[in-house]
């Protein structure tokens, strides 16, 4: 309703301009009066023709108002008529679409999740490191970090160990969080087996010295321990081996029992272990590479590659004793 009235205003106002040049008055009163007319009538045209416009023409302000203005101040004449001339059609006999004959979509993102496989296949923890070490995205190297929740402790806590010198500040944080998660975790299971050591049983107390024995191995074997706390962390797993097969327990704490003494350098404990794991019952592919890595420490190098030989063909072909076995032969 405002633009008809403003329209209506503008046509007046327009032929009330040129009919002034006709007036019986000096010329210089007739181009005052023609001027101001004039200059209503364009400002009353460009408004009624600019609250018109749809939305996206009307900006930017005031560019988008001064341009119709300009049309039909500055062209004599015909200025006012073509700017209603080129407006009204376009506003209300608008351009048919054309039918769409494709849709745009964007790129699609990766799946949430992996896609089944027939086969399970051995993932390497370097394709993450490199996304920690190159990837500009602090993204990506978070989504590199998140991954490491379905990768087995021993190949995750390296690459979360790299991401705590990330210049990222939220990398940083997420790979500590994570870490200090693990070994609170396994430090609750230390601490709760210990209130129950003291009022338990002897074979009870076999157990719980075999459960202790297991976690604070884990603390070394993730690698969450370091210096003098290795020391300690690999004394106490050495101590409670030691009482839980004093208390009757057997099988795999032999097993563990021997591969702590070889991590802590005791040839001879571990060898006696690792025998005796063997003669119980323990299996070639659970032993023997203990005991490959036994000779190695030792300096029976002759010995490796026999003991290499003897495990089974399966394990034999799967990673890292396949390139052992090549590299002994």
């Not at 001027?35 to 900006?59: F, K």
């Not at 602090?138 to 160990?161: W, Y």
């Not at 870490?179 to 609170?184: A, C, F, P, W, Y």
Request: aromatic letters at 8%; hydrophobic letters at 50%; proline letters at 7%.
């Amino acid at each position: 309703m405002i633009s008809k009235w403003l329209f209506s205003g503008a046509l007046l106002l327009e032929a009330g301009s040129w009919t002034g040049l006709w007036l019986p008055a000096p010329e210089l009163q007739q181009l005052l009066v023609f001027l101001l007319s004039h200059t209503l009538a364009c400002v009353m045209l460009c408004a009624a023709v600019w609250l018109l416009l749809p939305a996206r023409y009307r900006a930017p302000l005031p560019w988008s108002p001064l341009f119709i203005f300009s049309l039909a101040f500055f062209v004599p004449v015909i200025g006012a008529l073509g700017v209603v001339v080129a407006i009204f059609p376009a506003l209300y006999l608008p351009r048919k679409r054309d039918k769409q004959a494709w849709q745009a979509v964007g790129i699609p993102s990766l799946p949430f999740s992996a896609q089944q496989q027939l086969h399970s296949p051995i993932f390497a923890d370097g394709g993450l490191q490199d996304v920690l070490r190159h990837a500009p995205d602090p993204d990506q190297r978070l989504a590199a970090l998140l991954a490491t929740r379905r990768m087995p402790g021993k190949e995750a806590v390296p690459i979360l160990k790299l991401a705590l010198g990330d210049p990222s500040d939220d990398v940083r944080l997420l790979a500590y969080s994570m870490l200090d998660k693990q070994e609170s975790d396994i430090n609750l299971r230390i601490q709760t087996a210990l209130g129950q050591l003291p009022g338990a049983k002897i074979k009870a107390a076999g157990a719980l010295h075999g459960t202790l024995a297991r976690w604070y191995w884990e603390l070394a074997y993730l690698g969450l321990a370091q210096g003098s706390v290795l020391e300690h962390v690999l004394g106490q797993a050495s101590e409670h081996a030691e009482l839980g097969l004093q208390a009757g327990e057997g099988g795999e704490l032999i097993l563990l029992a021997g591969r702590i003494a070889l991590e802590r350098g005791d040839i001879e404990r571990a060898e006696a272990l690792l025998a005796q794991a063997q003669e119980n019952g323990m299996g070639a592919a659970q032993v023997l590479p203990f005991r490959a890595e036994l000779a190695f420490e030792a300096g029976h190098y002759q010995e490796i590659p026999k003991l290499l030989a003897r495990l089974p063909e399966k394990t034999r072909q799967r990673p890292p004793f396949a390139d052992l076995v090549r590299t002994w032969k």
